[in-house]
C-alpha cells in the first residue's frame, strides 16, 4: 500500500522560505513519480511541481519557476519541494501524490494521480 506523508508547511513572510517533504513508502516498483499540487480556498487544485525518479527529470509550473526546487533524498525516502522567495499568491494547502511517469500535461493534471497524502498548510503573510 502506498502511503505519502507531507510536513514541513507553516506561516511565513512574504519573501521567506520553506521547505516540504514528502515521505512515500509501499511503491510497487523501483521507479516512481512524485508530483506536488496545491489548493487554495475557492480554487481548484493545481499542479506545482513534479519528479520522476527513472531519469530525475523534473517539472515546474510557471508561476514557481527559478523560485522552487524540488529534489529526492533516497536514503530518506522522501521528495522535498524548496520553496523560495515566497509569496503571498503561494498560500495555499500541499499535497503530494503518487504517479508513474511525468510529463508538462500530468504535473497539470491533478485528476490522473494515484495515491496522495493528507496535505500541509502553507501560508505567506504580506
Known amino acids: 500500500e502506498v502511503q505519502l506523508v507531507e510536513s514541513g508547511g507553516g506561516l511565513v513572510q512574504a519573501g521567506g522560505s520553506l521547505r516540504l517533504s514528502c515521505a512515500h513508502s509501499?511503491?510497487?516498483?523501483?521507479?516512481?513519480?512524485i508530483g506536488w499540487f496545491r489548493q487554495a480556498p475557492g480554487k481548484e487544485r493545481e499542479g506545482v511541481s513534479c519528479?520522476?525518479?527513472?531519469?530525475?527529470?523534473?517539472y515546474y509550473a510557471d508561476s514557481v519557476k527559478g523560485r522552487f526546487t524540488i529534489s529526492s533524498d533516497n536514503a530518506k525516502n522522501t521528495v522535498d519541494l524548496q520553496m523560495n522567495s515566497l509569496k503571498p499568491e503561494d498560500t495555499a494547502v500541499y499535497y503530494c501524490?503518487?504517479?508513474?511517469?511525468?510529463?508538462?500535461?500530468?504535473?497539470?493534471?491533478?485528476?490522473?494521480?494515484?495515491?496522495w497524502g493528507q496535505g500541509t498548510q502553507v501560508t505567506v503573510s504580506s
Open positions: 501524490a503518487e504517479g508513474e511517469y511525468i510529463s508538462s500535461w500530468l504535473c497539470s493534471s491533478p485528476e490522473y494521480w494515484g495515491s
Open positions: 519528479f520522476s525518479s527513472s531519469d530525475g527529470s523534473t
Open positions: 509501499g511503491f510497487a516498483f523501483d521507479d516512481y513519480a
